[in-house]
């Protein structure tokens, strides 16, 4: 962020928490006419106080990413009609956007990237994806091809396109040439090694 916009109190790029009991029946309707983008958690209803251990209160964390600089007053209003609570200068798109999930925070409970509700025109899973999560996504597709003894690409890919977007995306995106290698040289391995065994 430039000191300009630091200075001036400007940024695109704010967070509200929506309690559901006390926002209005369609704050959701509110969020989408508003024309912004933003990202809705999950309903976090199992967040555990560290202090008492009890439930917190069930809520949403909504992330508003505006075009161009807003006023945290500007941002306040919108966060008001959809009855949020607070209202926080975000640092890192980003960084909260996975913290919508607790993607980053292992100790928390984790809740699914796929339950995210994305508002206008930003793309979640582009927002969150970090390079490692490629290398992590491609380990389980191997793991999962052994454990179940797909070797097709063609299986796998309807597989993951049915039951695992985070898989489809790494297969469409950049995963594939390394998944086919893969496979290819597994059922050359499980060719020869079966001629082998008839030998």
């Not at 559901?20 to 369609?26: H, L, M, Q, T």
């Amino acid at each position: 962020m430039s000191d300009k916009k630091q200075s001036s109190g400007r940024t695109r790029n704010y967070a509200t928490v929506v309690y559901p009991e006390s926002a209005p029946e369609n704050w959701l309707e509110i969020l989408r006419d508003q024309k912004i983008n933003a990202f809705v958690s999950p309903l976090h209803d199992k967040d555990v106080n560290p202090e008492s251990g009890e439930i917190k209160k069930p809520h949403y964390h909504v992330q508003f990413i505006f075009d161009g600089p807003k006023s945290k007053d500007q941002a306040q209003q919108i966060a008001a009609a959809i009855g949020g609570v607070g209202l926080e200068i975000l640092n890192s798109v980003r960084g909260y956007a996975r913290y919508l999930c607790h993607l980053d925070n292992p100790e928390k409970y984790q809740y699914s990237p796929d339950d995210v509700l994305s508002v206008g025109s930003e793309d979640y899973l582009n927002v969150i994806a970090l390079p490692s999560d490629k290398y992590r996504v491609i380990g389980e597709i191997i793991a999962w091809c052994e454990e179940t003894g797909c070797f097709y690409y063609s299986d796998l890919l309807r597989y993951a396109m049915e039951n695992r977007n985070d898989w489809f995306r790494t297969l469409c995106d950049n995963g594939t040439f390394v998944i086919k290698e893969y496979l290819k040289s597994e059922n050359f391995k499980r060719k020869r090694e079966s001629e082998n065994a008839e030998t």
